[in-house]
C-alpha cells in the first residue's frame, strides 16, 4: 500500500470511530438551548436568530427527512447530523495532522516503517484527542452550529496543505479557489 492510501485509511478509520461513538451517545431528543430553535427552523425551513444559518438548516432539513414523518424522531436525526459531521472533522483533522508531521519530520532516503508510524501515530493521537474532548464531544451529539461550523475550518485547513503541496504545479489555483468556496460556505452555516 501506498502512503496516500494508507493515510485516508486511518483518516477515514478515525472518522468512523468518532462517528460511531457520537452516534452511540447522541441526543435522544431537544437539549435544552438553541438546539430547539434550529430543530424547528430547519425541519420547516425557517429564519433562525441572528446572523442566520442558511446553510446548516439546508442540510440539517435533509437529516430532518430522515424521521420518515415520524415528528418524534426528527430532534434525533438532526443530531445524527452533527454526529455525522463531526465525524468527517475528525478525519479531515487527522489528514492536517499528518500533512503537519510530514513537514516535521525529515524524510528518510527509503521511508521506514519507523517513519509511517511516527507519521500516523501523530494524526492519530491528535485527531482522537480532539473527537473525545469535552467541548468537541458535546457539540457533536446536538443539532448545533458548531459541528458543522467545525467541519468548514477542518476542510479549509485540509485544502490550504493540499494546495501548499501542489503550489507550483499548473492548476494548483483549484485549491485556492476551493479554499475560498468552502470559507464562503461556511458564512452559512
Not at 436568530?49 to 424522531?73: E, M, R
Request: with cysteine; charged share 10%.
Amino acid at each position: 500500500m501506498t502512503y496516500n492510501n494508507l493515510n485516508t485509511l486511518f483518516g477515514l478509520a478515525c472518522g468512523l470511530i468518532a462517528t460511531f461513538v457520537y452516534i452511540a451517545t447522541v441526543e435522544k431528543t431537544v437539549s435544552w438551548w438553541d438546539c430547539g430553535e434550529f430543530i424547528a427552523c430547519a425541519y420547516k425551513l425557517e429564519v433562525a436568530h441572528q446572523p442566520g444559518a442558511p446553510l446548516f438548516l439546508l442540510i440539517q432539513n435533509i437529516f430532518s427527512n430522515l424521521a420518515l414523518g415520524n415528528t418524534g424522531q426528527i430532534a434525533y436525526w438532526m443530531n445524527i447530523g452533527s454526529a455525522v459531521c463531526s465525524g468527517l472533522t475528525v478525519a479531515f483533522l487527522f489528514w492536517t495532522i499528518t500533512a503537519i508531521a510530514k513537514k516535521i519530520l525529515k524524510r528518510p532516503q527509503q521511508p521506514t516503517f519507523s517513519y509511517y508510524l511516527q507519521l500516523f501515530a501523530a494524526g492519530t493521537v491528535g485527531a482522537m484527542a480532539f473527537s473525545f474532548s469535552d467541548t468537541f464531544w458535546y457539540s457533536a451529539v446536538e443539532s448545533e452550529v458548531y459541528a458543522m461550523s467545525s467541519l468548514c475550518t477542518a476542510v479549509v485547513f485540509w485544502a490550504i496543505f493540499k494546495w501548499e503541496a501542489r503550489a507550483h504545479q499548473d492548476g494548483s489555483d483549484r485549491w485556492l479557489i476551493f479554499i475560498a468556496f468552502v470559507m464562503g460556505l461556511s458564512i452559512g452555516v
